[in-house]
């Protein structure tokens, strides 16, 4: 047992997708989210700018005595792990290893996609962690990056009926329709905010996985094994962000399914 | 508070450096160390072969009920820890980050030596990582398979008086010497009990990093940040080896300074 906080962190409001699931999976659990809205996207900068802030958010975090940190960054999960296992003696769970175990046990074809940011694809990490955990040698990995859909997530176009949103989809997705996957990683946590819009395009073929949900799913299991739960009734949830709070707090409630009224945080770089 | 044991596993007996530095760090723990002596050397095998052996090593030691696992093996480290993380819900301290880390901090000329088994070598994992870690950019490595240091040790070729020993790190280590870094890694458990050999050929120049210690060192960190040590007086000591105990048994003590009296264990393939 152990009452310390878990704190999540993501670039911006993607996150909260697994902040979602982790509230759904562990309603005893302190939990504090922070979005580095300020310095989104993440997807289209240099490694070494992804590590300084990964180091930031990290450092934020361990600051505020947390026992766990799941990154919800693809970008960070695919650039900078090592970094920050490294610097901080805290149990992390990544958007990498989990949800790409659910891909390989997933697919039936073996045809698996994997849609992310700019500096995600370049990282070749999903790619490198998906054949690692395919034992039978017989995975097909199409990667592309998406960065426009990130765009459309941050201003508010996800919605299939919105033609802004259709349009985002069509032509970042065209690629992975003609590879025909039956498994799709939604490898940045934005993505799973434009699932209805992605399905329209995509039809019902591809099962997609969002790699949020799967992390958060890992990170439970991972704290029931060590013993690190928290008991003692409904925990508390804090979000925090380094953009405004009023405009997060709004844009919040549509990946949590509930009000929050965020606070203002800047960590410090490195 | 978790009076649960560690695991540690390796190819065979290099690992027991990282075993005697955990002995050495955290007496109040139980520990149980797995040397994988009949299919040792991991280091010329191919990647699935070591993948399915590195998840034999770490099922057999979650099945003795580990609170967490240290991989002692830098072939494994290199080339399949995404796929430990993702199957089992355990502590992992791989012989990666942590040593990486102390490679970069210890660094003044930026430029650092690795010397390590040919699969780990070919995985590129230690190269990654000392990048990653290095935000300054100035880092310049230089990565070197050794495989005939694994074989002198293994044949008990350690000393700098023995002929065959100072032959093998002649041969293996001159690129590394012409390359003169200020700090060399050696990322294959085995090179600590030659390092006498490489101190004789390379000078008093290179600071040598031995992976193990590095790695039980974090471990310990990790347990303590988390509060999962155990506390109740000397902890016990588990030595299992898939080879012949009596003669595993005899060169353990050469690596741990104390004798002991290793069991008969075989896992299953994955």
């Avoid at 989990?98 to 790619?127: H, M, N």
């Avoid at 962690?129 to 395919?134: G, K, S």
């Avoid at 025909?180 to 434009?194: E, G, K």
């Avoid at 591809?206 to 739960?229: K, N």
Wanted: hydrophobic share 45%.
């Amino acid at each position: 047992m152990d009452n310390r906080p878990i704190g999540v962190f993501d670039s911006g409001l993607g996150g909260l997708t697994a902040m979602r699931t982790l509230e759904r999976l562990l309603p005893e659990e302190n939990l504090i989210y922070f979005g580095d809205s300020r310095n989104a996207p993440y997807g289209t900068r240099t490694v070494e700018e992804i590590r300084a802030l990964g180091l930031a958010n990290a450092g934020f975090l361990a600051g505020q005595g947390v026992k766990a940190i799941l990154v919800a960054c693809g970008t960070v999960s695919s650039n900078a792990m090592e970094l920050l296992r490294a610097r901080f003696p805290l149990l992390f769970v990544s958007v990498l290893e989990a949800p790409c175990a659910e891909a390989v046990q997933s697919t039936r074809t073996g045809r698996v996609a994997v849609a992310a940011t700019e500096a995600t694809i370049k990282a070749g990490a999903f790619d490198r962690c998906l054949r690692e955990l395919d034992a039978s040698g017989r995975l097909t990995v199409f990667s592309k990056a998406c960065q426009s859909l990130v765009r459309a997530v941050e201003a508010g176009h996800t919605r299939p009926e919105d033609p802004e949103a259709a349009r985002a989809v069509a032509a970042e997705l065209a690629p992975i329709r003609d590879f025909a996957p039956d498994t799709l990683l939604l490898a940045c946590t934005h993505f799973p905010l434009m699932e209805d819009a992605i399905r329209a395009y995509l039809g019902d073929g591809p099962r997609l996985i969002s790699v949020g949900d799967a992390a958060a799913a890992a990170l439970s299991a991972q704290l029931r094994t060590l013993g690190l739960e928290r008991r003692g009734g409904p925990g508390w949830r804090r979000y925090c962000t380094s953009g405004e709070p009023e405009t997060f707090s709004r844009l919040a409630a549509g990946f949590l399914g509930h009000t929050i009224t965020a606070e203002r945080q800047v960590p410090q770089d490195g």
